[in-house]
């Protein structure tokens, strides 16, 4: 395969093509692999250099395994909410079970979501690897990290990356930015998992800052970060993403078990009033901050409503919701209004 691809870029870009000249499985072997007993790994390890040994090119091995996890994941994650949705059993726990999603919509969906995965993401394949060997982080080495090391370099990006996206969202309500970048990603008030990443290839790239400055970041201070161990963590960022916004809350979600992670509950609720709920993973920041008393208000009146009202309760506020949020979203549509920057004080229920 590398030779093919080699083949092909020294024919139509052959500027490019010099940087990734192959080299054969024993100079791949003996340049990233010299001294070390391959046979005294684990299986993945050893399939991790059969992989860099037979590409021959770590850059043009990492970029493609980079660009490759990140559209295996998200569509093999987002697809089977598209069966769940066809389904009518699962109807129950849908959060907004009213709205439905046209093949048409979920066409332009996907067109658009692989249009940005192409144009912005792909160009990086030649780029991520270098940058990977400027901060520090191992690509084609193995072994791994340990399991400990993982876990808690993976909480580290979880913690940054809430962090970061809690603001740059709040930042992207912001009448202007709002009109110009973030308004297409609210085209879904009842969002689908094929949604999480339909965005305006800005948004697209200031957010994906919170999922990849993590890992950066971390080593400017410590050099053991390995590349398996940000692909496991993107994995779950992906997987975080593309559940946040299924429109599914089911009694076994994560969030019934962990009470501070925010999950499609929280987000879709973001989607539904367009305001609130501005984080990703947890829910701390939009406590500490006020931005989630829509939220509590509203599952507060349908949990408190009796049993013989909660259906026309739930529907009353649902509509509300909407009303407003239809009204907020115009505002900053025009530009106007100061959307995810107006200060909320705790305790404001309306
Ligand atoms: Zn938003
Ligand atoms: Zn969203």
Redo the contacts with the bound molecule.
């Keep these: 395969m590398s030779s093919v691809t080699y083949d092909f870029m020294s024919k139509y870009v052959p500027i490019v093509a010099d940087h990734f000249a192959p080299m054969n499985a024993t100079t791949a072997r003996n340049t990233m692999y010299g001294g070390i007993a391959l046979d005294n790994l684990n299986w993945l390890e050893r399939l991790w250099a059969s992989y860099y040994i037979w590409m021959g090119n770590p850059v043009l091995a990492t970029g493609l395994m980079s660009f490759m996890v990140h559209e295996v994941i998200y569509f093999g994650r987002a697809i089977p909410w598209l069966i769940v949705d066809a389904i009518p059993y699962f109807r129950k726990w849908k959060l907004q079970p009213g709205k439905t999603v046209s093949n048409e919509q979920i066409l332009k969906c996907a067109k658009i979501v692989l249009l940005t995965h192409f144009t912005c993401e792909f160009p990086l394949i030649y780029a991520f690897h270098p940058v990977c060997a400027y901060f520090g982080m191992a690509t084609y080495e193995v072994p791994f990290s340990s399991p400990l090391l993982m876990a808690a370099q993976i909480a580290f990006f979880f913690v940054f990356e809430d962090t970061f996206h809690y603001w740059a969202h709040r930042g992207l309500h912001w009448g202007p930015f709002y009109k110009h970048i973030h308004k297409l990603?609210h085209e879904f008030s009842a969002?689908i998992g094929l949604a999480a990443e339909y965005a305006h290839p800005l948004e697209v790239l200031i957010l994906a800052q919170g999922t990849i400055s993590g890992p950066f970041l971390y080593c400017l201070f410590r050099k053991d970060l390995h590349i398996f161990t940000v692909y496991i963590w993107v994995t779950l960022r992906l997987f975080q993403a593309v559940d946040a916004?299924s429109g599914y809350d089911f009694p076994w979600s994560l969030r019934h078990w962990l009470p501070f992670w925010a999950g499609a509950d929280h987000?879709d609720f973001?989607?539904q009033a367009f305001t609130n709920c501005y984080s990703t993973s947890f829910r701390w920041w939009d406590y500490m901050l006020g931005t989630d008393n829509k939220y509590h208000a509203f599952r507060n009146r349908v949990k408190n409503a009796s049993a013989k009202d909660k259906a026309a309760v739930e529907k009353r506020e649902i509509d509300r919701i909407e009303a407003e949020g239809i009204r907020a979203e115009r505002l900053a549509a025009a530009g106007g209004g100061q959307g995810g920057m107006e200060g909320v004080k705790r305790g404001k229920l309306e």
């Design positions: 990603h969002p916004h987000h973001h989607h």
